[in-house]
């Protein structure tokens, strides 16, 4: 069936680290692959997203680029900042319709 | 436009009891969800609706029903709550006019049942 998985958090990082958050997929055909980002106490909003191969989708200084060959769209930014710190979500859509399906989501704590 | 609202915020049950969790969106959407989120297992989604007047199930719709007589809501009931259900809903919808469409999230209701 179709899957997402992530890597467990939580993530701890120093502010201006660098960060990578992992995500791979499983779906049959061509998926549509976002990541969405949970403040505490909020709902979730679109960070980004990628409809086909090698796409790269980019927003407030995160980008994933969409690779097939990989299964993966990982999640990177090259300076984090306190405010960054959130729930970040790997989810795709594989067919018309809006059926999101979520990985597990990682914690990500970034410290002053 | 105000979005995706939800009602109530916070809500307390007893076990047994039922109550409706509704959802409003004022973007003219055509889909709407509800997803529950528990730690570690990411959202899951519950019931969608893919018009007014058409729903269906999600991974998880044991205990939950849906209807949509309007495009703008779609509220969720629980028809007699179980500890099981204590969990964060949410509530999304969107215009799957492409495969890129982009869902928007309502804020969330937190229900405890004991």
Same mark, same amino acid.
């Given at each position: 069936?179709?899957?997402?998985?992530?890597?467990?958090?939580?993530?701890?990082?120093?502010?201006?680290?660098?960060?990578?958050?992992?995500?791979?997929?499983?779906?049959?055909?061509?998926?549509?692959? &976002?990541?969405?980002?949970? !403040?505490?106490?909020? #709902?979730?909003?679109?960070?980004?997203?990628? %409809?086909?191969?090698?796409? *790269?989708?980019?927003?407030?200084?995160?980008?994933?680029?969409?690779?097939?060959?990989?299964?993966?769209?990982?999640?990177?930014?090259?300076?984090?900042?306190?405010?960054?710190?959130?729930?970040? &979500?790997?989810?795709?859509? !594989?067919?018309?319709? #809006?059926?999101?399906?979520?990985?597990?989501? %990682?914690?990500?704590?970034? *410290?002053? | 436009?105000?979005?995706?609202?939800?009602?109530?915020?916070?809500?307390?049950?007893?076990?047994?009891?039922?109550?409706?969790?509704?959802?409003?969106?004022?973007?003219?959407?055509?889909?709407?969800?509800?997803?529950?989120?528990?730690?570690?297992?990411?959202?899951?989604?519950?019931?969608?609706?893919?018009?007014?007047?058409?729903?269906?199930?999600?991974?998880?719709?044991?205990?939950?029903?849906?209807?949509?007589?309007?495009?703008?809501?779609?509220?969720?009931?629980?028809?007699?709550?179980?500890?099981?259900?204590?969990?964060?809903?949410?509530?999304?919808?969107?215009?799957?006019?492409?495969?890129?469409?982009?869902?928007?999230?309502?804020?969330?209701?937190?229900?405890?049942?004991?």
């Amino acid at each position: 069936g179709n899957s997402v998985t992530q890597m467990e958090g939580p993530v701890t990082l120093s502010e201006e680290a660098f960060l990578t958050i992992n995500c791979t997929y499983t779906a049959t055909g061509y998926p549509s692959l &976002f990541w969405y980002v949970q !403040y505490p106490g909020e #709902g979730l909003q679109l960070l980004l997203k990628a %409809t086909k191969a090698d796409d *790269k989708g980019s927003n407030k200084g995160f980008e994933a680029t969409y690779r097939k060959e990989t299964t993966s769209f990982h999640l990177e930014k090259g300076s984090v900042q306190v405010s960054d710190s959130a729930v970040y &979500f790997c989810a795709l859509i !594989y067919n018309q319709g #809006g059926k999101l399906i979520f990985g597990q989501g %990682t914690e990500l704590s970034v *410290k002053p | 436009n105000a979005g995706v609202t939800q009602t109530p915020k916070f809500q307390v049950l007893k076990t047994g009891q039922s109550m409706t969790l509704q959802c409003a969106q004022d973007m003219n959407h055509e889909y709407m969800s509800w997803y529950r989120q528990d730690p570690g297992m990411g959202l899951r989604l519950i019931h969608y609706s893919v018009g007014a007047g058409i729903t269906d199930q999600g991974e998880v719709p044991n205990g939950y029903n849906v209807s949509r007589s309007t495009t703008e809501d779609f509220p969720l009931r629980l028809l007699s709550a179980a500890p099981s259900q204590t969990s964060v809903y949410f509530c999304a919808s969107s215009d799957p006019g492409t495969r890129t469409d982009t869902q928007y999230f309502g804020p969330g209701t937190r229900l405890t049942v004991l």
